[in-house]
């Protein structure tokens, strides 16, 4: 919208430079172009405001395909106005000379006219489409159809109006009808998740089973080791045993050997002894039977003297003390008293 100020009775414009202003002062011309700046009096100036920048149109309308589906079709036209003449002729473009806004919408009106011609060509290709194929390819074939048709469309180069882009965003069933397209493509999806978990499962359990085998090797291994070890250490304990009873034998045959060589040095010693003593009673026997017999009786008491146990005193009553004495030839002593 154009900048307009008040100045004793006077209006002064300053318009942009994406927008085209028409001046006509009392049916004449006299300015035209983009970006003016001009004073002008209101009572007898009639303005017209025409962008020419690129506008972006916006546009999504409801379509049904050959299998009588609804969709929802979201696209967007990129236009300018190339003859601002042209369309301020054909359309209301005037603004209030006092104000600056726009009389009418002439932007609603081209609006309307491309999102109508749009809608038109984008019904003709979806009729004769199925759900399936919109969804896939619809986009493009909407997209061509849509420029060309605008292209060709008569009003528009009549009113000054250049197409630069047409873009279709996207084309969309009703809710319930997406989901169920949804679903055999979730299905396959979910079918693939399910069958990469059984391989991966698969692949472990391959991998469990060769650890399992590798350890059971292990043990069978180990086993087979053990008995070894097993074998060699009875082997071992046997010649152990073999030789602890090899060295007993040798040390019970020496120990025999010596006990023997002692016995047979202990007879020899008591044959010996024996015979020393036979010669020694005999010599004794000898010397005993040469003496006589009272040498014997006193040699005889000898010996049991020598036997008889030790007594320190004796005490005698008087009359066997007078009886030894008599017997002894010795004299009472109480008679030589």
């Known amino acids: ?48 405001e025409v962008p020419v920048n690129d506008r972006e149109l916006a546009m999504a ?21 190339s003859d601002p003449a042209e369309a301020a ?43 399936a194929g919109a969804l896939v390819d619809g986009v493009a074939s909407v997209r061509s159809r849509v420029a060309e048709g605008l292209a060709a469309e008569p009003r528009l180069p009549a009113t000054g109006i250049d197409v630069v882009a047409v873009r279709v965003v996207a084309i969309r069933p009703e809710a319930e009808v997406e989901r169920a397209l949804r679903t055999p493509a979730r299905e396959q999806i979910q079918q693939e998740a399910d069958r990469a978990t059984y391989e991966r499962r ?31 250490r009875g082997t071992n304990t046997r010649r152990e045993a073999e030789e602890s009873a090899a060295a007993d034998g040798v040390r019970a045959e020496a120990e025999a050997a010596r006990k023997v060589r002692l016995a047979h040095a202990e007879a020899a010693a008591a044959r010996e002894v024996g015979a020393a003593r036979a010669e020694s009673q005999a010599a004794w026997l000898r010397v005993h039977a040469e003496v006589d017999t009272g040498t014997l009786h006193a040699l005889a008491t000898t010996r049991f003297a020598e036997n008889l146990p030790r007594i320190d005193s004796v005490t005698l009553s008087p009359d066997v003390l007078t009886g030894l004495l008599t017997r002894l030839g010795r004299p009472d002593p109480e008679a030589r008293a």
């Open 1 to 48: 919208m154009a900048d307009i100020t008040k100045r004793f009775g006077w209006r002064h414009l300053r318009s942009a430079p994406t927008a085209h202003i028409r001046h006509h002062k009392r049916g004449r011309l006299a300015h035209d172009g983009p970006g003016l700046s001009f004073w002008y009096r209101s009572l007898s100036a009639a303005l017209s």
């Open 61 to 81: 309308f409801h379509a049904r395909t050959s299998d009588f589906q609804d969709v929802t079709v979201q696209a967007t036209v990129t236009y300018r106005i």
């Open 89 to 131: 002729a054909r359309l209301d473009f005037s603004v209030d000379p006092d104000t600056g806004v726009w009389r009418g919408a002439p932007l609603e009106q081209i609006a309307t006219l491309l999102t109508e011609t749009a809608q038109q060509h984008t019904l003709d290709v979806l009729a004769r489409t199925p759900l």
């Open 202 to 232: 698969a692949v472990a359990v391959e991998r469990e089973r060769t650890i399992a085998e590798n350890e059971l090797a292990s043990q069978i291994e180990l086993a087979r080791r053990e008995e070894q070890l097993v074998e060699q």
